[in-house]
């Protein structure tokens, strides 16, 4: 007999319905210890609630949070809201003795991620931060080149999230434009975590950083015929020096809203001395695989569906977004079960933390023209 994980889901907005999706196909994963369930889920919209009436596992629908923190039919909650109610409702969850997995930037800024961790810390729940792409299966081939040292002594390190999103100035504003809502840092608290989620699993912390910042629509419309402000950072370049063997290594972060041709591309790229890899979302199937030789060349390897945690699905199969938010909820289950057996788990409270720290530095970089040492 599996281990319940009964879940209930507070914001049941694009992110809430993605993981209701994952809950959905739970199924579909091999040899997991846990079985997920969706049992409550909070939202202010009735639209929303309509459409979690649709899962038959559901048993709560509530537009009070703290009624479905009272539940006792309810163990783990994922929280997907906006930046601004991250400090209160987590802490909430916590208060509540529930274990969380709640979305990224974990706080609209550095001071609400703070007590996002110290109220981690004092609860002793199980606590992870939302990163789903590093779960792909080209995201671990490049896990796997660097910590087989085989890349030889490293050279460079390039990570990035890039979107076309805003390139439409007649694209109406939401909260995720906006300081008040989503947080002074802007498309760092949308896209950061996912870009530095690697680079400090593998160690990666920078040192210093240096940061280009940028704001190109100031206003946008507001969707009654008017125009509201639009004064979040769209693009964010952060060009920062990590230490990897006692030798310092450029990295740069890249987070844009306005990636003329991007839909949704994560990428990681690492070059060293012996060799380099390469993977990009804009082709899940490729990994460019690069081994020093006399000829210059990059090797493009065909890749299907190796997952870290097995599923049904075949191997040669293509690997898309819901499968990889299924794998991250799989690594919550089972790392909170204790059985996550060594594979990858998710983005931990500390590094929403240090995700924070250097977003606050590059804050300050970008405002003063200098470069910002981290501790
Ligand atoms: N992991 C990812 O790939 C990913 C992608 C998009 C967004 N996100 C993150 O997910 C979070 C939510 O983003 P989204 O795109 O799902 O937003 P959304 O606007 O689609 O959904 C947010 C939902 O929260 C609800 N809500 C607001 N206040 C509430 C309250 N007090 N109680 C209950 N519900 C409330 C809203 O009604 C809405 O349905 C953010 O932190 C965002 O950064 C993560």
Redesign the pocket.
């Given at each position: 007999m599996k281990q319940k994980m009964r879940v209930g889901i507070?914001?049941?907005?694009?992110?809430?319905r993605e993981a209701a999706s994952a809950f959905g196909r739970w199924f579909v994963l091999d040899d997991m210890p846990v079985q997920a369930e969706l049992v409550a889920v909070?939202?202010?919209?009735d639209k929303?609630l309509n459409w979690f009436q649709g899962v038959p596992t559901v048993q709560l629908l509530t537009?009070n949070?703290e009624e479905l923190l009272n539940s006792p039919a309810v163990d783990v909650v994922y929280v997907?809201?906006?930046?601004n109610?991250?400090e209160k409702?987590y802490t909430d969850v916590l208060r509540a003795g529930k274990d969380l997995l709640a979305?990224?930037?974990f706080g609209i800024d550095l001071a609400a991620a703070r007590a996002i961790a110290n109220a981690t810390a004092t609860s002793g729940r199980f606590v992870r931060c939302?990163?789903?792409f590093p779960f792909l299966p080209g995201a671990q081939r490049v896990i796997q080149a660097v910590t087989s040292g085989r890349l030889g002594r490293l050279l460079e390190i390039r990570s990035g999230f890039w979107h076309a999103s805003d390139m439409d100035p007649n694209k109406a504003v939401?909260?995720?434009r906006q300081n008040k809502t989503n947080g002074e840092i802007g498309v760092m608290?949308?896209l950061g975590m996912?870009v530095v989620h690697v680079p400090f699993r593998l160690g990666w912390k920078p040192l210093r950083v240096y940061a280009q910042l940028q704001k190109v629509y100031t206003q946008r419309p507001d969707g009654k015929g008017g125009m509201a402000p639009c004064d979040t950072w769209d693009n964010a370049m952060l060009h920062t020096e990590v230490l990897v063997d006692g030798n310092e290594v450029p990295m740069r972060l890249e987070m844009k809203r306005l990636a003329p041709g991007e839909m949704n591309t994560w990428f990681l790229e690492v070059l060293g001395t012996e060799g380099g890899i390469r993977f990009s979302t804009k082709d899940p199937k490729t990994l460019w695989v690069f081994e020093r030789a006399k000829e210059q060349g990059w090797q493009r390897i065909d890749i299907g569906y190796q997952t870290p945690f097995s599923t049904i699905t075949g191997g040669i199969f293509e690997v898309g977004f819901p499968d990889c938010f299924l794998q991250m909820w799989a690594g919550f289950a089972a790392e909170r079960a204790g059985a996550l057996n060594g594979r990858f788990g998710c983005a931990t409270p500390n590094e929403a933390l240090a995700s924070h720290a250097l977003f606050a530095a590059a804050l300050k970089s970008h405002a003063d023209k200098c470069v910002v040492a981290l501790d």
């Open positions: 507070i914001g049941g907005g694009l992110m809430g909070c939202d202010l919209q929303l537009k949070h997907a809201v906006p930046h109610l991250h409702l979305e990224k930037p939302s990163s789903e939401n909260w995720k608290g949308d996912h």
